[in-house]
């Protein structure tokens, strides 16, 4: 049996993975010491980059050998959420019968209608804060992070061990760039704290509109008809109904299959479509895109846990 890796790659997930950690590097020994607030401004980006780019590891890319995709994004750039449980759920959420459901999809914003009426004033004032793009991008991180890590304690007591061995790993992922921020590049925890936050901000541009509440799974995904700077830090995920479509095929590749099959897409969806990231800025920075508990159904049967 050849246990050696596959080799076969994909060069611009390559360059982009250099790139992250270059720029994250420089931004810590370059221009903290000189300019720390665009440093900071510097690393969130480039740790979204890193994001994204795990994003495409789960994926299978840039080579054939996963062990190898994943030891070359291994270094946490960003803080919160372990690789591992990023991977599983986002695993889970592509299976398009339940995008959107309360419990069962776990990128899902939604509430069971149920649950949501019994939720203390402040929590659904917040909620719907959380429910604009401004309040995703500002609170969105913290109200994850509340889910995801309270989600992720229970399931832990009650002897989940791929959560325990996803925290196990995330670890030294996280404790190597910690050691070497802090006492190499001599830049506070704190920074990276809040330039790791700022990054999950960031992230929630893409994710705020993603999916909606629709009778059909293939009316649920969005396509947002952007080629500027968010479409590449977000690796063309904006053109999503084609990523959900087709998860195997590499980011570089979306745009330009959207393009040969764009009324295929758009009648696939039913139309669930921006031009632009400037569009959704106009029209959703301080309003919301629809209500926080789902408009279509109550949910009724048994809850899963979700990481929000």
Known sequence: MNSRPNLSMEWPTLVLIAVAFAGFLGAAFGLYPVAPVIAWGVMALCATL???????????????????????????????????????????????????????DPESNYFDPVHWVALPMMVQ???RINNTLLGRIVVGPMVSLIAFYGSDLKMAIQGNRRI???????????????????????????????????AMGILKIRTFLEHQAHDKPRGRTVVIEDRGPLALLFLNNNYHAVHHAHPKVAWYKLPQMFETGRDTYLSRNFGYYYKNYAQIFARHLLRAKDPVPHPLRPVTHHQMDKTG
Do not use: C
Request: proline share 5%; hydrophobic share 50%.
């Open 50 to 104: 890193h994001s994204s780019l795990s994003h495409e590891v789960l994926h299978g890319h840039p080579f054939r050998t996963q062990w190898l995709n994943e030891a070359l994004i291994f270094p946490a750039l960003g803080l919160f959420v372990p690789y591992l449980r990023f991977k599983d759920t986002h695993l889970a959420h592509h299976y398009d019968e339940y995008l959107t459901d309360p419990y069962d």
């Open 125 to 127: 004032w917040v909620m």
């Open 164 to 198: 325990l061995v996803s925290w196990a790993m995330h670890i030294p992922a996280v404790g190597m760039v910690g050691y070497i921020l802090t006492h190499w590049a001599q830049v506070a925890l704190w920074y990276w704290v809040a330039s790791s936050y700022a």
